[in-house]
T-cell receptor
Framework: DAGVIQSPRHEVTEMGQEVTLRCKPI?????LFWYRQTMMRGLELLIY????????DSGMPEDRFSAKMPNASFSTLKIQPSEPRDSAVYFC??????????????FGQGTRLTVV | AQSVAQPEDQVKVAEGNPLTVKCTYS??????LFWYVQYPNRGLQFLLK??????LVKGSYGFEAEFNKSQTSFHLKKPSALVSDSALYFC????????????FGGGTRLMVKP
């Protein structure tokens, strides 16, 4: 398995533009997480899904942020409009909820977002 | 609510010396505890976990961690550090094993000097 795949790896955009980050979880994993990492705030959970259903989105900072998981193999995190303070590395992770290794989450390489 | 504290922003050790990266947690019920490592410009990699059983857990790259329920700690250890161990280490906790969110500590930067 190729692991959790995120795209793009890097994104530079102008303030006010819409940004869409993409994630393909590991096949068979039922839980998917979006995290944001910054120097100031460390690693923050934004939202997580179980079986494609959003369970907890209390970490989503504002209405400008939205996440979807239309099927088990794809999720998006959208920021509209983007602001410079959204600049961070965004990680997607997936985790099985059945089987022997159901506890460990596996992370993608991250998307480094820069909003200028 | 659940939380994780990593009291040290940075740990410095000499190569060949033992290392310890500290982690304490707070969670209702039985904790499930994890350590992850992050190398520059990379995602987080799973190192080890504690779910139940022996308090001493062995993981990847020679790392181990000791679960101490009375002290609510899960410190990461390695008997002999390598320069290549230099990275950012994150401790994480969740409440059960079935999809609950992982809460991460702030991370500890480990620097191993030759």
């Amino acid at each position: 398995d190729a692991g959790v795949i995120q795209s793009p790896r890097h994104e530079v955009t102008e303030m006010g533009q819409e940004v869409t980050l993409r994630c393909k979880p590991i096949s068979g994993h039922n839980s998917l997480f979006w995290y944001r990492q910054t120097m100031m705030r460390g690693l923050e959970l934004l939202i997580y899904f179980n079986n494609n259903v959003p369970i907890d989105d209390s970490g989503m900072p504002e209405d400008r942020f939205s996440a979807k998981m239309p099927n088990a193999s794809f999720s998006t995190l959208k920021i509209q409009p983007s602001e410079p303070r959204d600049s961070a590395v965004y990680f997607c992770a997936s985790r099985p909820t059945r089987g022997q290794d159901r506890s460990a989450a596996f992370f993608g390489q991250g998307t480094r977002l820069t909003v200028v | 609510a659940q939380s994780v504290a990593q009291p040290e922003d940075q740990v410095k050790v000499a190569e060949g010396n033992p290392l310890t990266v500290k982690c304490t947690y707070s969670v209702s019920g039985n904790p499930y505890l994890f350590w992850y490592v992050q190398y520059p410009n990379r995602g987080l990699q799973f190192l080890l976990k504690y779910i139940t059983g022996d308090n001493l857990v062995k993981g990847s790259y020679g790392f181990e961690a000791e679960f101490n329920k009375s002290q609510t700690s899960f410190h990461l250890k390695k008997p002999s550090a390598l320069v290549s161990d230099s990275a950012l280490y994150f401790c994480a906790v969740t409440r059960n094993n079935a999809g609950n969110m992982l809460t991460f500590g702030g991370g500890t930067r480990l620097m191993v000097k030759p």
